[in-house]
């Protein structure tokens, strides 16, 4: 069964660092999703993609993140710098365009920032 | 999107039904209602969505009042693997797809 792949699964930085977190979405999925989710919270979205184009991200930290799906398929999140407060899993979904989507999550990318 | 109410944590005994409530109390007639859940460490899985009629897959059935302000997820023999986190979820079904996620119900099965 096709799934969303990411990676890193765990990472651990400093405060100040920067960081990246990659999905490969489910082939032919053309909408893609950013999530974090806080702990003890349910997932919140960063940023979701149609293709490779930015269809919502108002909830997007941009003095700091970033996202980008160049070629339409996989994606990149990245936060420079790194503040404590980013600790959380980051999720990547995806789902086929239309108006009806399931949404198929990754495992996610455990962040930790000290 | 409208707003979910749900409590925070059920428990259930290996074997029975677990009814997991929600209440939507401001959904509009074009809204839908989803379920997700989220076992420990893993991405949010999508178990079913209905409209106003009752709906019923392999995962779980999916009641919905007639008056559509409140549903119930029923898992109808719970097992262990279905101890997760339940979340609730009423949007419409075009436009934004994203996905408002409130605090869910951790359910947990016993044995």
């Known amino acids: 069964e096709a799934e969303v792949a990411q990676s890193p699964r765990y990472k651990i930085t400093e405060k100040s660092q920067a960081v990246a977190f990659w999905c490969d979405p489910i082939?032919?999925?053309?909408?893609l999703y950013w999530y974090r989710q806080i702990l003890g919270q349910g997932p919140e979205l960063l940023v979701q993609f149609q293709d490779e184009s930015v269809v919502d991200d108002s909830q997007l930290p941009k003095d700091r993140f970033s996202a980008e799906r160049l070629k339409g398929v996989d994606s990149t999140l990245k936060i420079q710098p790194a503040e404590l407060g980013d600790s959380a899993m980051y999720l990547c979904?995806?789902?086929?365009?239309?108006?009806?989507?399931?949404?198929?999550f990754g495992p996610g990318t455990r962040l930790t920032v000290l | 999107d409208a707003k979910t109410t749900q409590p925070p944590s059920m428990d259930c005994a290996e074997g029975r039904a677990a009814n997991l409530p929600c209440n939507h109390s401001?959904?509009?007639?074009?809204?839908?209602v989803y379920w997700y859940r989220q076992i420990h460490s893993q991405g949010p899985q999508y178990i079913i969505h209905?409209?106003?009629n009752n709906e019923t897959n392999e995962m779980a059935s999916l009641i919905i009042t007639e008056d559509r302000k409140s549903s119930t997820l029923i898992l109808p023999h719970a097992t262990l693997r279905d101890t997760a986190v339940y979340y609730c979820i009423v949007r419409v079904l075009q436009g934004a797809q994203k996905l408002v996620f409130g605090q869910g119900t951790r359910l947990t099965i016993n044995p």
């Open positions: 979904a995806s789902s086929l365009a239309g108006y009806y989507n399931e949404q198929f």
């Open positions: 082939s032919g999925h053309a909408t």
């Open positions: 401001t959904i509009s007639g074009n809204e839908y």
């Open positions: 209905g409209l106003k």
